[in-house]
C-alpha cells in the first residue's frame, strides 16, 4: 500500500532524513522508533505531506505523492496526527472532528465516522459541544484521533500520540490504537514509548541520525543485546 523509498528530507541545507525505505501493508501497524533528534517526526510528516521531501519516492497504492499538494496525501487515503495535537482550541470538539471530513467521500460518510470515533472514545461525545481547548491533554488526544479518523483513512500516521499523557491514559490511547487497526485501519506509529510500540507493531523501523539502521519484526529485532541495551534499558 504504502511504498517509501530514498527518501530525502532537509531543512535548508540540513540533511534531516537521508535514503529512508520503508513500507506499509493494507492494515498492517508498523512503529518507527529512535532517540530524540533522529528524524522520526520529520520522516511521518514528509510521508503526511506536510513535508516537502526533496528526493526518493512516496507511494501509495502506486501513485507518486512525493511532488503532489498537501491535500493530495490525505484524497490518497492518508491522515496525521501531528505531535502536539493542533487543534482549534476554541472550536467545539464536534467542529473539530468533522474538519477531518471535508474530502466527498469522508463528508458522505460523517455520520456513521462520528458514531465510530464516539465509540471509540466515550468521553468525547459528553465533550462534543464543548470548546477543545477546555479538555484535558489526554481527551484532546482522542479528538486529534478522531479528527483524523473522520477523514476515513486508509493508512493513520501518530505522532508521538503518548507524550505528555498520564500512565493510564497511554494504556488506553494504545488500546484504542490497537482497535483502530483491527478494524483494518493501516497504522504507522512514531513513539519514544519504544517498550510500549514494539508490543503493539508487526514491525518496527529503528531510525538514527536520519537513517534506518535496523528493521524486522519487534521481537527478532530486540533479541540483539545492543538494541536492547540501548533502547529498552535491559541487559
Do not use: W
Not at 498492517?28 to 514528509?46: D, Q, R
Not at 497504522?187 to 536520519?210: D, P, R, T
Amino acid at each position: 500500500m504504502l511504498e517509501v523509498r530514498n527518501l530525502d528530507v532537509a531543512y535548508g541545507r540540513a540533511p534531516a532524513v537521508r535514503d529512508v525505505s520503508l513500507s506499509i501493508a493494507a492494515g498492517e501497524l508498523a512503529c518507527v522508533v529512535g532517540p530524540n533528534g533522529a528524524g522520526k517526526s520529520t520522516l511521518i510528516n514528509a510521508i503526511g505531506g506536510l513535508h516537502r521531501a526533496r528526493g526518493g519516492r512516496i507511494a501509495m497504492d502506486g501513485t507518486d505523492l512525493r511532488s503532489a499538494p498537501s491535500h493530495r496525501f490525505c484524497a490518497a487515503g492518508i491522515a496525521l496526527v501531528p505531535e502536539g495535537r493542533r487543534l482549534f482550541t476554541t472550536m467545539s470538539v464536534r467542529e473539530n472532528l468533522e474538519l477531518g471530513s471535508f474530502r466527498g467521500a469522508a463528508k458522505r460518510e460523517r455520520a456513521r465516522s462520528l458514531e465510530r470515533v464516539c465509540a471509540l472514545f466515550p468521553v468525547v461525545r459528553e465533550k462534543l459541544e464543548a470548546p477543545a481547548g477546555s479538555l484535558s491533554g489526554g481527551q484532546q488526544q482522542m479528538v486529534a484521533i478522531g479528527r483524523a479518523m473522520m477523514a476515513c483513512p486508509k493508512l493513520l500516521l501518530l505522532d508521538e500520540p503518548s507524550l505528555g499523557l498520564a500512565p493510564a491514559i497511554v494504556m488506553a490511547m494504545f488500546d484504542a490504537i490497537r482497535e483502530i487497526n483491527a478494524a483494518g485501519t493501516a497504522v504507522l506509529l512514531v513513539e519514544q514509548n519504544v517498550a510500549m510500540a514494539i508490543e503493539l507493531a508487526k514491525h518496527a523501523y529503528l531510525i538514527e541520525e536520519g537513517r534506518i539502521v535496523a528493521d524486522g519484526p519487534p521481537a527478532t529485532l530486540f533479541a540483539r543485546p545492543e538494541l536492547r541495551r540501548a533502547y529498552l534499558g535491559l541487559a
